[in-house]
């Protein structure tokens, strides 16, 4: 459908044009999550937010343009909120655990995101971005330079960086599909508590580590 013509007039607010926007995004994130990317119309969504289906198209053209703004708006909240952490200049240890909280608190508060992420993968997989533990190009930089404040407090042992964020990474966000796929009600604090001591801590005494080393030739 083509955009409607603006009449002219008055400049269009950008204040109210960023709200409407953020409306748009909203009401479409758990509108996706819930009904699915094919099953969802532009229709539907205007009718939700009680407004003119020109209006949706005025800032989405398409509901894919639509789909994958609310996928990168939803990243990008993520990545804001766990980049606050890791560039701070507190205790490295506590960054890392409130990394890992924020994480899973985040899906737990926006259910919704897991969904789109989801479907993202299944419906353009040419768009899919890994998440924010996975490296990413863009990344590198700031996840080098975290990694290396925790091996200089001697809280990672050596190896490589990427290593140790895409494991991270792959692990959390298992987490997120399970607890979302499965449905069951989780107090994403105490999730994060049995990631650090399980995965972090790791279950080997300290006996079975240095067989598991010698074994490995480390």
Not at 31 to 37: D, H, K, S, T
Not at 143 to 154: D, I, Q, V
Request: net charge negative.
């Amino acid at each position: 459908m083509p955009t409607t013509a603006r009449s002219p007039g008055r400049p269009e607010d950008p204040e109210l044009k960023a709200r409407r926007e953020e409306e748009i995004l909203a009401a479409a994130a758990k509108l996706f999550a819930e009904r699915g990317y094919a099953d969802t119309q532009m229709q539907t969504l205007a009718d939700h937010l009680g407004v003119g289906n020109g209006t949706i198209y005025r800032y989405f053209p398409t509901k894919e343009v639509l789909f994958l703004a609310t996928v990168e708006r939803g990243l990008a909240e993520l990545t804001a909120e766990m980049d606050a952490i890791i560039a701070g200049d507190g205790d490295p240890l506590d960054q890392m655990r409130d990394a890992v909280r924020a994480y899973l608190r985040f899906f737990h508060r926006r259910p919704e995101m897991a969904e789109l992420f989801i479907q993202e993968r299944a419906a353009f997989r040419q768009h899919h971005r890994p998440l924010y533990f996975v490296t990413k190009a863009e990344d590198d930089c700031k996840h080098a330079e975290f990694f290396a404040k925790l091996h200089k407090a001697g809280i990672i042992r050596d190896l490589p960086p990427e290593r140790f964020f895409n494991v991270v990474g792959d692990l959390l966000y298992g987490i997120v599909l399970t607890n979302l796929l499965s449905g069951r009600g989780v107090d994403p604090d105490a999730q994060a508590d049995d990631v650090l001591d399980v995965i972090f801590l790791g279950v080997f005494s300290d006996a079975a580590r240095k067989k598991h080393n010698r074994k490995r030739g480390t």
